[in-house]
């Protein structure tokens, strides 16, 4: 027992530094889904879509978190230098084979909060060399699926839509039903 006083004694300041971030990722997380799911709702974004967008956001408080844990217990950074970088270099040859994926979820994060379409409007993408006129079907994290008015379906990356022109022709031409229905 005394052995646990006194490590609970020399750590103490680390141990009350890692309550206090844990609380403040706990506050921190609460309050982003939060405003999150209000953005999603008064915005009528698609329910998968705020909860995808609220766990990538999670995602990044929680490498803070530990990133801030790491500063807190002092952790020597000759050792953990090492150890990073051996994680980082396994790390930029994966993110380096999957960039399109990473610059796809990316740009599906944009999308959430800055996208002016929603699912059932009719859309316009102005590529010279594909251009394409369809209605939003559904809006992930990778693509938005589109429903071209032949029937087929088109699969359009994240990241060109925020790379093209996109005009709206009309708003709200199909409910997401309909969509589910036809498809």
């Not at 408080?61 to 002092?74: C, D, E, H, K």
């Not at 369809?134 to 699926?145: K, R």
């Amino acid at each position: 027992m005394n052995s646990l006083k006194e490590v609970l004694h020399s750590y103490n300041s680390e141990l009350v530094g890692t309550a206090i971030c844990i609380a403040l990722f706990l506050l921190l997380r609460f309050l982003a889904v939060k405003t999150i799911r209000r953005i999603g709702r008064l915005s009528d974004i698609n329910q998968v879509r705020t909860v995808l967008v609220g766990r990538y956001i999670t995602f990044g408080l929680f490498f803070l978190m530990i990133v801030a844990f790491i500063f807190i217990w002092g952790v020597d950074f000759r050792e953990l230098g090492l150890i990073v970088s051996s994680i980082f270099a396994v790390l930029g040859v994966a993110l380096f084979a999957s960039w399109s994926i990473l610059s796809n979820v990316t740009a599906g994060i944009i999308l959430f909060f800055y996208f002016p379409f929603k699912i059932g409007d009719r859309i316009r993408i102005l590529d010279k060399d594909f251009p394409e006129e369809a209605i939003i079907i559904d809006i992930q994290a990778f693509n938005i699926n589109l429903k071209k008015d032949n029937g087929e379906l088109l699969t359009y990356p994240n990241s060109l839509l925020l790379q093209k022109g996109v005009v709206l022709i009309q708003k709200q031409v199909a409910t997401s039903e309909d969509l589910e229905q036809s498809l």
